[in-house]
């Protein structure tokens, strides 16, 4: 069984939105196309209370980007983002989601930040996804979303390390940082993820 996950297509990283990716409305028309050629759909909502950690407002004398160690790991500070019930949080309203059989929320747990759709970034709690996947006889994989460069890539390295064939679509992705990005495409690619285009499919 193939899955398509919809990673955090949500109104926030949205141009106009509080952590906006640049274009990442482009990648929502040919996400709905998309969704057909999968046997499950499922997507994950970042979902932060207001005081999370992540946040640089909740910290003295820090700025939006800068880095901090959060529990030993490095942490970049965003501004506020997906508060939970916020409309920020809720999901485009262009993206199509009546085949999205399930939604996995991150990023709850005030002291630790969740980029993957499977794990928070210490690897301690699990959202289910995996559990769900493996329930559903999904072996394949197949990744897309926002923002390209930090909950995709480690959504989809977190899938391929849990024993899932995993596919990272890069035209169904923006990302924030240039720089991050290539770093973040090499780095799957040495952990055996493949890198395709929505044509390959
Ligand atoms: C994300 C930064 C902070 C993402 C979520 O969805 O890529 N990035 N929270
Ligand atoms: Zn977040």
Not at 52 to 62: D, E, G, I, P, V
Not at 135 to 146: H, I
Not at 179 to 187: E, G, S
Request: proline share 2%.
């Amino acid at each position: 069984m193939k899955a398509l996950i919809l990673v955090d297509i949500q109104n926030d990283f949205l141009p106009g939105g509080a952590l906006a990716v640049p274009k990442g409305d482009e990648i929502i028309p040919l996400i709905n196309t998309l969704q057909s050629k999968f046997d499950l759909v499922v997507a994950s909502q970042d979902w932060h209370p207001e005081n999370h950690a992540s946040f640089a407002s909740n910290h003295h004398n820090k700025n939006v980007f800068d880095m901090i160690q959060l529990e030993g790991q490095n942490q970049v500070l965003w501004p506020n983002h997906c508060v939970q019930g916020t409309s920020g949080a809720a999901f485009s309203l262009e993206l199509n989601t009546d085949a999205v059989a399930a939604i996995f929320r991150k990023g709850m747990t005030v002291t630790v930040d969740s980029y993957s759709a499977f794990f928070d970034n210490n690897k301690t709690q699990h959202t289910g996804l995996e559990a769900y996947l493996k329930s559903m006889n999904v072996t394949e994989v197949y990744v897309c979303g926002l923002a390209a460069d930090y909950c995709v890539y480690f959504t989809a390295k977190d899938a391929q390390s849990l024993g899932f064939k995993t596919y990272y679509i890069t035209d169904a992705t923006r990302y924030i940082s240039e720089t991050v990005y290539q770093a973040a495409i090499l780095d799957l690619k040495q952990h055996g993820v493949t890198i395709l285009n929505s044509s390959d499919i």
